[in-house]
């Protein structure tokens, strides 16, 4: 019955999913292309058994990099299909991957639609990135014997009081799915109070804490250093939103008698927003120059670098000395910390990292990263580092042993795979 009421409210609310859909694609006509895979259109022939991955947008596709490179070492017979919501977590798949694996995007969750898909995907097992709820996607998976491991689970306390609101309809979607693979104890306990069978939830960690950056990109980096010069002193505002950059604009202005040769480098998270964004920066009194304009060595009277690209933040994290990870002084909740610490890089983030708060505990727990609180106190963050570089060069120590003594998630995760893998060919 909690079914069928879900499809009829899913039919009911269809027009906005439409309207959503529309708006989207006037935004970035990109959106619109293959709009045939929104509806389990995949154009794939279900001749052979894949390794299906879900990673809803960048976020996701980031964590599910070792993952992937790991089942691809593993079971190198096997095609591997990863599937995103976002044109911009399809562009990260292509620019990770490449085509050693197919993309496709994940259909709405309408019963026909995800009917379609899985026919033609004929997946041998599906792993979801995180905490994504699809009850006609479970549903299906459940009635075809498809085994689903949800990895890397993240379960807020927020989401978790908006679960219970209606926890008569997840707790028999919660007993559908095979395995869960949860970041924290604190997830872990969510999980079964919301109707998870406890013996299908185990503490991993983050599959984050598993990333390893290339040799290319710490290349790449030394690369784009040279290019903005040696001498400058670069903060990199990674991943803002809407109102960030504004902040981060007026933080140059302070600091820009304080810290000599200050360049500042905007990476906004969504494409769409790099037009606004670089007209703020015009309006702002700053001598502003676009990734996609300039060759060769960046003019040294540059205030601003805007990022216009999709693909080049871990490059440009590389090439700074102090990372400010956007998303987190507006109420979004906050963006991956574990890259820049990766990188060797001090990161500094606000208030607001609700989506990430059991990393974000750690980094401030173990001095691996500073947390301020608003504006004024990022200023005197950012003057404290830029003047005390011992100190700066601790915090960055300290962040990439953190990401190096946390790593593990993954052996676990695969652990999950190969036995549910096994499961299903013996039912077979």
């Not at 599910?64 to 995103?84: C, D, M």
Request: net charge positive.
């Amino acid at each position: 019955m909690w079914l069928f009421l879900y499809q009829v409210l899913l039919y009911l609310v269809s027009p906005v999913f439409l309207l959503r859909f529309l708006w989207r694609t006037w935004r970035n006509n990109d959106y619109g292309k293959r709009i045939g895979e929104r509806v389990g259109l995949t154009g794939l022939s279900a001749d052979k058994k894949r390794i299906w991955i879900h990673a809803v947008s960048v976020g996701e596709v980031n964590a599910a990099v070792p993952l992937v490179l790991a089942i691809q070492k593993k079971w190198a017979e096997k095609p591997i299909i990863v599937t995103t919501m976002t044109t911009t977590g399809a562009d990260r798949v292509v620019q990770m991957f490449g085509e050693s694996v197919i993309h496709r995007y994940l259909p709405y969750d309408f019963p026909g639609s995800m009917r379609r898909f899985l026919l033609s995907v004929n997946p041998e097992i599906g792993v979801i990135m995180e905490t994504e709820l699809w009850p006609n996607l479970i549903h299906r998976c459940d009635q075809d014997g498809i085994p689903l491991i949800y990895a890397n689970v993240r379960l807020s306390e927020r989401s978790f009081r908006g679960y219970q609101r209606v926890r008569g309809l997840f707790q028999p979607l919660l007993k559908s799915i095979n395995r869960f693979a949860a970041q924290s104890e604190a997830d872990a306990k969510r999980l079964v109070a919301l109707g998870a069978p406890e013996q299908s939830v185990e503490v991993t960690g983050s599959l984050k804490f598993d990333l390893q950056m290339p040799a290319s990109i710490v290349e790449a980096g030394h690369s784009i250093r040279r290019q903005l010069g040696q001498q400058r002193q670069v903060i990199v505002a990674a991943s803002t939103h809407d109102e960030e950059e504004l902040a981060m604009l007026k933080l140059f202005h302070r600091l820009k008698s304080r810290v000599p040769n200050l360049l500042l480098i905007l990476v906004p998270r969504h494409p769409e927003r790099f037009d606004s964004v670089y007209r703020l920066c015009q309006k702002s009194d700053v001598n502003v120059m676009k990734r996609s304009e300039y060759q060769g060595m960046l003019h040294a009277e540059t205030d601003v670098l805007l990022v216009d690209q999709m693909g080049a933040l871990t490059q440009f994290i590389s090439a700074g000395d102090i990372t400010f990870m956007g998303g987190s002084l507006v109420p979004v909740g906050g963006h991956n910390l574990l890259e820049p610490a990766a990188l060797g890089r001090v990161v500094v983030f606000g208030p607001h990292m609700f989506n990430f708060a059991e990393i974000s505990r750690l980094f401030v727990e173990l001095g691996a990263g500073i947390q301020v609180q608003d504006a004024k106190e990022l200023d005197e963050v950012m003057i404290e580092l830029f003047e005390d570089t011992a100190r700066r060069n601790q915090y960055a120590q300290i962040g990439e042993k953190l990401v190096k003594d946390n790593r593990g998630a993954l052996l676990k995760v695969i652990g999950m795979v190969r036995d549910e893998i096994r499961s299903a060919t013996q039912v077979g």
